[in-house]
């Protein structure tokens, strides 16, 4: 099992550019979670899903979408990249909703 | 508003001690906690979790107890090793609804403590 996985590892992006980042997970969990970490602030929750085709919002939505076309992918998508994005993404899943996530190792994304 | 926190921000420690790093908590309806370890440029790696149904649960060299009547975590390591440094943080699970209606877990994490072990 690879777990959980993301790609790419690290991006560097100019302000109002735009780019997808991929999670995949091989667990068969039907939760997956896009958050990111910033110094002194923790994890936030951006999005999540429940199950393939579903997504719904967490803490911090803006400037983000999200797809799960298919059950073991989750995708994070900005759209006009703002250097208050830059941050390190990582993507977590679980079982349900009262069971232990697991991460990915992250992206982290600079947007000059 | 609810938050999981920790006492103390850094903890160093020699190799082969023992090393306890706390957690507050102040959702009272909170069931279920984790420690997570993270080191550098990696995500949080699982460690050990506890149910609110319990005050003691022990993995291999870790232990970690819940006090319920204060709101208190704490994840003990024994005979700590160089390989244990890293950042640490707790985390309250609770079964949350969104906007939508649908249940989700809602991950509050803590801080974060840095446990240093020299050699």
């Known amino acids: 099992n690879a777990g959980v996985t993301q790609t790419p590892k690290f991006r560097v992006l100019k302000t109002g550019q735009s780019m997808t980042l991929l999670c995949a997970q091989d667990?068969?969990?039907?939760?997956m979670y896009w958050y990111r970490q910033d110094p002194g602030m923790g994890l936030r929750l951006i999005h999540y899903?429940?199950?393939?085709?579903?997504?719904a919002k967490g803490e911090v939505p803006d400037g983000y979408n999200v797809s799960r076309l298919k059950k073991q992918n989750f995708l994070l998508g900005l759209e006009s990249a703002a250097p208050s994005q830059t941050s390190v993404y990582f993507c977590?899943?679980?079982?349900?909703?009262?069971?232990?996530?697991?991460f990915g190792p992250g992206t982290r994304l600079t947007v000059l | 508003g609810e938050n999981v926190g920790l006492h103390l921000p850094t903890l160093s420690v020699q190799e082969g001690d023992n090393s306890i790093i706390n957690c507050a908590y102040s959702?009272?309806?909170?069931?279920?906690f984790i420690w997570y370890k993270q080191e550098s440029g990696k995500g949080p790696q699982f460690i050990i979790d506890?149910?609110?149904?319990?005050d003691k649960r022990q993995g291999q060299r870790v232990t970690v107890l819940l006090n319920k009547t204060v709101k208190h975590l704490s994840l003990q390591i024994a005979a700590t090793q160089p390989g244990d440094s890293a950042v640490y943080f707790c985390?309250?699970?609770?079964?949350?609804?969104?906007?939508?209606?649908?249940?989700?877990?809602?991950?509050?994490f803590g801080q974060g403590t840095i446990l240093t072990v020299h050699p």
């Open positions: 506890i149910r609110s149904n319990m």
């Open positions: 667990m068969n969990h039907e939760y």
């Open positions: 977590a899943s679980n079982r349900g909703p009262e069971d232990t996530q697991y």
């Open positions: 899903s429940v199950g393939e085709g579903t997504t």
């Open positions: 959702n009272s309806a909170s069931d279920y």
């Open positions: 985390a309250e699970n609770s079964l949350s609804l969104s906007a939508g209606g649908t249940s989700y877990g809602k991950l509050t």
